[in-house]
């Protein structure tokens, strides 16, 4: 006759179970946090691109020389930007007959903290005088 084993887990089984899960459960949590930080930057770096087109908006809205060297800091959520915006003279020798100035840069650069580094967004874009073959 033989004797019934109690059907049961052994304590080492129950070990190498628990080592399994924690070992996985550490990857998991390593994944996660990587996934919030990514969305930090995304976030911040979105805010940093409206503010840049807001910026542009503005500059393009005052034709004036006002507009050639602006510059301040804005919080958003909780994070400080930092922009400056840069209209400069474009002479394109190719374009003979353009006036000097007609065309012009205009340069949005916006830099912010993030954690041990700064980040930095720049837009450029080309505007022209209406009033060029004057």
């Avoid at 080492?12 to 930080?37: C, D, P, Q, R």
């Amino acid at each position: 006759m033989k004797t019934q084993r109690p059907k049961a887990f052994t304590f080492v089984e129950v070990i190498a179970a628990l080592a399994v899960v924690a070992i996985a459960l550490t990857g998991l949590l390593h994944m996660n946090l990587l996934s919030a930080k990514t969305a930090d930057v995304a976030q911040a770096t979105e805010q940093a691109v409206f503010l840049a087109r807001s910026k542009m908006t503005e500059a393009l809205c005052e034709e004036s020389a006002q507009a050639a060297g602006r510059s301040g800091t804005t919080e958003i959520n909780g994070s400080r930007f930092t922009w400056r915006t840069e209209r400069t003279s474009v002479d394109v020798p190719q374009l003979r007959g353009l006036r000097r100035g007609a065309l012009q840069q205009l340069n949005v650069n916006v830099t912010w903290q993030q954690g041990n580094g700064h980040k930095h967004v720049q837009m450029t874009t080309y505007v022209a005088d209406t009033a060029i073959h004057e």
